[in-house]
């Protein structure tokens, strides 16, 4: 069945650095990326996403990259900040031509000061 | 417009009990997913509707089950609660023409089964 893994499931980095989430999914026909951020005790919300005909998509901090060959993408946060710590979390999406999201477990990122 | 609401948000019931969450979706928004979040699991998808027909399935017992209406809120049963049905139940709403529309999430139910 579709799967999606995602890594680090935790990451601690200092304020400033640059934070690295990747993912890897199993259908081929997943077309669409999104990467959301849930703070706590908040509600999921998008913050990038990326279509499967751009290989690169950034929004000033955060960038998103997508290897389609390779059935991989990541999330990049550069400059990170103390408010970027939250769990985020990648999906992929259109699997066999649905439109189910079948979303990675999870990176609870901590963002030192 | 307003949000994507979600009622009630919390529960507790007891196994073997059943339960009903709401959804009412972004206004013009067709498509309601329901998700279920726990610590270990993260984010499963339960099922999607569409104009009042359910478009997509995820791999829950029948136990679950859901509907939409004509104004596209829709609502989540879950019957012979077990204890593991304790979670935050999400739903999220889009456009829902396209699989890359966005979508938009409530603030969920926390269910607990004692």
Not at chain 1, 73 to 94: K, N, R
Not at chain 2, 76 to 82: A, H, I, P, R
Request: charged share 20%.
């Amino acid at each position: 069945g579709e799967n999606v893994e995602q890594h680090p499931s935790t990451l601690s980095v200092q304020e400033g650095d640059s934070a690295v989430i990747k993912c890897t999914y199993s259908d081929s026909a997943s077309n669409y990326f999104p990467w959301y951020k849930q703070e706590l005790g908040k509600r999921p919300q998008l913050i990038i996403d990326i279509r499967s005909n751009v290989g690169e998509k950034k929004d000033q901090r955060i960038a998103v990259t997508l290897n389609k060959t390779a059935k991989h993408f990541s999330l990049h946060i550069t400059e990170t900040q103390p408010e970027d710590s939250a769990v985020y979390f990648c999906a992929a999406v259109g699997a066999s031509g649905t439109y189910k999201y079948i979303f990675g477990t999870g990176t609870r990122l901590k963002v030192l000061a | 417009k307003a949000g994507v609401t979600q009622t009630p948000r919390y529960l507790i019931k007891t196994r073997g009990q059943q339960v009903t969450l709401s959804c009412s979706p972004i206004s013009g928004h067709r498509s309601v997913s329901w998700y279920q979040q726990t610590p270990g699991q993260g984010l499963q998808f339960l099922f999607e509707y569409f104009s009042e027909t359910q478009r997509n399935k995820g791999n829950f017992p029948g136990r679950f089950s859901g509907r939409q209406f004509s104004n596209s809120r829709s609502e989540m049963n879950v019957s012979t609660l077990e204890l593991g049905d304790s979670a935050l139940y999400l739903c999220a709403s889009s456009l829902g023409g396209l699989a890359n529309n966005e979508q938009f999430f409530g603030p969920g139910t926390r269910l607990t089964v004692l």
